[in-house]
């Protein structure tokens, strides 16, 4: 099949878990979607047939053929009306969408950042480079509301972090790859302040053969990404970031999704949709 097609699927929700701070799992049957979807392509959903505008979610997992997963948190109507959705009852979603993260295969030690409802492309994004046994990745998430995902004390140390910043993502930690959490909130073990803090005291650590080979993948809201597009480039590492938008047709078509990039000496407008949502950091212009 071609990468690049967008399908749209009838589908019936196979599990639906929920979890503090109004944070909901949802897994769709999905054969054409599942096969064709990249880490940081995204679904198009729409929550019921009362609501015509569909909601965008970006891939979490997949099992080729069968299903994806998406989390979100339930803010506006349209994620309030999905929250109440069972398993069994049917959805229709377009997907996948978008274009997604290239992994820099000569940078050894990929390092994924992600923030609050910006996490999920870069489990997708793990999952990919886990099967690459050559690469040595590292793990830093940040969120302000209790994670879906069970945490404990790491047990793989990182000597250039404070010790008491130990708190990693179990099924991250059982793969043997390092993580850490940070947080403004006072959860224990994670990193108290924002988590491009808790990557720039990692990266003071390194020398310049170990941060030669790093390469940045993120995602989460805008002042994040700003701050770690400015970090990606104080130490000249690579660095594509997926960009969060609202957006309306998802397909190109209605512009309502732009992003400023510069390109040629220029600043110009790109959609995050179709042009994204991943892009390379260093074309992002921050006004």
Not at 74 to 97: A, C, H
Not at 228 to 243: D, E, G, M, R, T
């Amino acid at each position: 099949m071609r990468k690049d097609c967008i399908f749209v699927e009838e589908s019936k929700i196979i599990d639906h878990q929920h979890y503090d701070d109004d944070i909901s799992i949802l897994r769709l049957e999905s054969v054409k979607c599942s096969e064709n979807a990249i880490p940081g392509s995204f679904i198009h959903l729409k929550c019921n047939e009362e609501l015509l505008m569909r909601r965008p979610f970006s891939i979490m997992k997949i099992e080729k053929g069968k299903w994806i997963e998406v989390l979100y948190k339930s803010l506006g109507l349209g994620t309030q009306v999905l929250e109440n959705l069972k398993k069994g009852d049917q959805v229709n979603f377009m997907g996948p969408i978008g274009k997604g993260f290239k992994i820099v295969e000569k940078k050894r030690t990929p390092v994924l950042i992600g923030g609050g409802i910006g996490i999920p492309p870069l489990i997708f994004l793990l999952d990919e480079i886990k099967k690459n046994k050559s690469m040595k990745p590292f793990v830093f998430f940040g969120s302000e509301t209790k994670l879906p995902f069970k945490y404990s004390p790491s047990k793989i140390l990182i000597k250039s972090l404070p010790s008491h910043i130990i708190a990693s993502v179990d099924f991250i930690e059982a793969n043997n790859i390092p993580s850490r959490l940070s947080s403004t909130k006072d959860f224990p073990g994670f990193h108290q302040g924002y988590i491009h803090e808790l990557v720039e005291i990692w990266l003071k650590s390194l020398d310049k053969n170990k941060i030669e080979e790093l390469s940045i993948y993120s995602c989460g809201p805008k002042p994040m990404l700003r701050e770690i597009s400015f970090l990606a480039k104080q130490y000249n590492i690579p660095c594509q970031i997926s960009v969060e938008e609202h957006m309306a047709c998802a397909v190109g078509g209605c512009a309502g999704c732009i992003i400023k990039v510069k390109e040629d000496e220029r600043i110009s407008a790109k959609r995050v949709c179709v042009d994204g949502p991943v892009f390379d950091a260093a074309t992002i212009y921050y006004e």
